[in-house]
């Protein structure tokens, strides 16, 4: 069964960093494009980034961009995102996702359960 | 950019069937095959239900249909029961290797 667990969410001072992880199993993880999607308290969904099956390529939204560092360690089949300078806008669940192929995303199946992060003082 | 347009929410009795349309511009929906389509319940991660604008995975009711028109695509879901209830997102490439989701629609079933 694929199977994508989320850990790593908290509370975090604004300014402050956190790492957030997601381990795959069922799945041959270096085949397949990885994606992270957040969920701010009772909206909707916005795309955050998305990295490449080799990790070669790596690509972000406008609103983390800079801030926000998505990797991978396919060793260990767990995908990675890295947040500095993190602000209140950054509250929400995050998600991560896997997407069709090594280089394509077309569609995000199946989702991990999400992880909170809280920015707050 | 901009997220997608979708109606806040949509309410039908069960075994009626309910449109949620999903517009966007030609810089995503109209320019791209790469529709697709989720359902959320409460508290629960996003489902895929419809990808390439109007295939199912497997695993989906054949109740869940996709389309797309110029700019607007369309979720169509026939024969509403009450399990279809929850919260539903389109999501479109929007070049760029950018993804840009919908508002997302509430679906009730009266």
């Known amino acids: 069964e694929v199977q994508l667990l989320d850990s790593g969410g908290g509370l975090v001072q604004p300014g402050g960093s956190l790492r957030l992880s997601c381990a795959a199993s069922?799945?041959?993880?270096?085949?397949?494009?990885m994606m992270w999607v957040r969920q701010a308290p009772g909206k909707g969904l916005e795309w955050v980034s998305s990295i490449t099956g080799r990790g070669a390529d790596t690509f972000y939204a406008a609103s983390v961009k800079g801030r926000f560092s998505v990797s991978r360690d396919n060793s260990k089949d767990t995908l990675y995102l890295q947040m500095d300078s993190l602000r209140g806008e950054d509250t929400a669940i995050y998600y991560c996702?896997?997407?069709?192929?090594?280089?394509?995303?077309?569609?995000?199946?199946?989702w991990g359960q999400g992880t909170l992060v809280t920015v707050s003082s | 950019q901009s997220a997608l347009t979708q109606p806040a929410s949509v309410s039908e009795s069960p075994g009626q069937s309910i449109t949620i349309s999903c517009t966007g511009s030609?810089?995503?929906?109209?320019?791209?095959?790469?529709v697709s389509w989720y359902q959320q319940s409460p508290g629960k991660a996003p489902k895929l239900m419809i990808f390439?604008?109007?295939n199912r995975p497997s695993g989906v009711s054949n109740r869940f249909s996709g389309s797309k028109s110029g700019n607007t695509a369309s979720l169509t879901i026939s024969g509403l029961q009450v399990e279809d209830e929850g919260d539903y997102y389109c999501?479109?490439?929007?070049?760029?290797?950018?993804?840009?989701f919908g508002g997302g629609t509430k679906v009730s079933v009266l």
């Open positions: 069922g799945f041959r993880f270096n085949t397949h494009a």
């Open positions: 030609s810089s995503d929906v109209g320019g791209y095959d790469l």
């Open positions: 996702a896997r997407g069709r192929s090594e280089g394509a995303v077309d569609w995000f199946d199946p």
């Open positions: 999501c479109s490439y929007a070049g760029g290797a950018t993804w840009v």
């Open positions: 390439d604008v109007n």
